[in-house]
């Protein structure tokens, strides 16, 4: 399969665009006078943005929280919830089920 390049580029000069509109390669806008589109981020979408940049910022694991219970484990101190687990992992079982694609092999409701 070959991949075309719709969009050509030259230093210097303009070229056409995919749609045949001339475009200059030096980053002006483009040579048609038709140019005045403009693009606005709403507010949710900036406010999306600010979010995802916290999020790449911050760690996926807290690594007190994992020193925290090393040092609980290897002091004899760290107790397991068996309840609490065990309802955890019924919650994870019924909720897979439920957005289970209907046919997928899973259980019928």
Known sequence: MKIDNSVKTVSGGSVKDAQGRQVKTDGA???TSASTEQVQISTLSSQLQQLQGKLANSPVVDLARVQEIKQAMSEGKFKVNTEKVADGLLQAAQ???????????????
């Open 29 to 31: 806008k483009p040579a």
């Open 95 to 109: 909720s897979l089920i439920a957005s289970a694609p209907a046919g997928a092999g899973g259980a019928s409701k």
